[in-house]
């Protein structure tokens, strides 16, 4: 991080700007913008600001990372970045900001593609879900599908209505109303709606939001906010921590804003998937060593709307050399080999938190010679389903699990 004492000047200023050009700028950012030496941005920035530019100009680079350098490598004289709409939204000033001191900047941000479709619209910004999908995968978009859920999704380009559209109907969600709103704010500004089952827009612009309006078919695939998902949901060989079981565990896990968890023997990657979608801080490791099973934790992690999950295919305690140090480790396969307890005790963060699922003999001894020496809780969990008798019904025990939770102090 930069010095970021008061005497360090702001040297660095980021303007939003809109598809209107100059005609949305205020007059401090005008002048600051013809006054700077040297002026950065995407080709488009640049040319809608071209009439004020008398400094040299520098469109990004690819990898982005040399402009950052070039950025930082005029430090303490002054530098204007223009980037679309509000900079801190989705925007160049959050990477920015991660190598150069708030002390050091001024932002002066322009409406958001985001606040310009909610004023077409009229929906409360606040109310709606606002995702960027922009350089990023579609599945994102998987747990905001709800019924009657607003939708604000920023594209990557003009094929991403389309396929935003095909994703909806192979989802279930084919009546959701979805309107296109292109190059708002400027001269090129268009609006058109259709339903995803119906969409038969063309020529649409590559700057464009998708607001949508769920609505569900039958067997729609929404993804509840509660923990313990159906198993159904999951496409899986038969290992899967079982619905009633996973959702025990969660609340074991237990959770908290931006830790990373690793998920040994991950199986189907149930338990990580679901430790993910309890907030978008949650990170993932899945260690699993069987390929196939690898294979599925990744179709699972897209069609859940996580694939930013990490995976790693390999045999713990060799696997896990190497990985970011976890703030939560869960075990629920493999726990009894040689060395995989040790090595993830060794791992985990001080005050991180341990999760261990048994179902057989030989893990639940190691379970319970680790309570022994560590203490802990150790908790047996006993689930019994209804299930036909000949032509009646009656209780079909599960397999019991024993379950040990730990702290590192």
């Not at 991660?98 to 941000?109: G, K, L, S, Y």
């Not at 279930?172 to 058109?192: D, H, K």
Request: aromatic residues 6%; proline residues 6%.
């Amino acid at each position: 991080m930069s010095d970021t004492s008061p005497s360090v000047p702001r040297w660095l200023t980021l303007i939003g700007i809109g598809e209107d050009g100059p005609d949305g700028l205020g007059e401090e950012a005008k002048r600051l913008i013809a006054a700077a030496p040297a002026v950065f941005g995407g080709a488009r920035h640049l040319e809608l600001a071209g009439t004020l530019i008398t400094g040299e100009r520098f469109a990004w680079q690819s990898p982005f990372e040399q402009s950052v350098e070039a950025i930082e490598a005029r430090r303490g004289t002054p530098v204007v970045v223009l980037a679309s709409g509000d900079p801190f939204l989705y925007g160049v000033g959050a990477t920015l900001s991660r190598r150069i001191a708030a002390q050091e900047m001024r932002t002066i941000p322009a409406p958001s593609a985001f606040s310009l479709a909610a004023a077409r619209l009229g929906w409360p910004l606040q109310e709606a879900a606002c995702v960027s999908l922009h350089g990023r995968p579609l599945d994102l978009i998987r747990p905001h599908l709800h019924v009657g859920r607003h939708i604000l999704a920023l594209t990557s380009d003009e094929e991403g209505p389309q396929a935003l559209a095909d994703l909806l109907v192979d989802s279930g969600f084919a009546e959701t109303r979805l309107t296109v709103l292109e190059a708002l704010g400027g001269g090129r500004e268009r609006i058109r709606s259709t339903t995803a089952s119906g969409f038969d827009l063309n020529s649409i612009d590559p700057l464009n939001v998708c607001a949508l309006e769920i609505a569900a078919g039958p067997g729609a695939r929404i993804l509840p906010y509660a923990s313990g998902l159906d198993d159904a949901l999951f496409e899986h060989d038969g290992q899967i921590t079982k619905r009633e079981i996973r959702a025990v565990t969660l609340s074991a896990l237990s959770p908290r804003h931006g830790e990373l968890l690793w998920d040994i023997g991950a199986g189907s990657g149930s338990v990580g998937i679901e430790w993910m979608l309890a907030d978008p801080s949650l990170k993932t490791i899945a260690i699993e060593q069987a390929p196939e099973r690898a294979a599925l934790i990744a179709r699972n992690a897209a069609s859940f709307g996580v694939p930013q999950l990490a995976l790693v295919e390999g045999t713990a305690p060799e696997a896990l050399a190497g990985l970011p140090a976890p703030d939560v480790i869960f075990i629920g396969g493999g726990g009894s080999e040689a060395g995989v307890m040790d090595a993830a005790i060794a791992a985990l963060k001080r005050g991180g938190r341990l999760v261990a699922n048994a179902v057989t003999l030989e893990m639940e001894a190691v379970l319970l010679a680790e309570y022994r020496a560590r203490g802990g809780a150790l908790t047996k969990i006993e689930i019994t389903r209804a299930a036909p008798v000949g032509g009646m019904s009656g209780w079909r025990p599960a397999m019991p699990v024993t379950q040990w939770r730990w702290v590192k102090e």
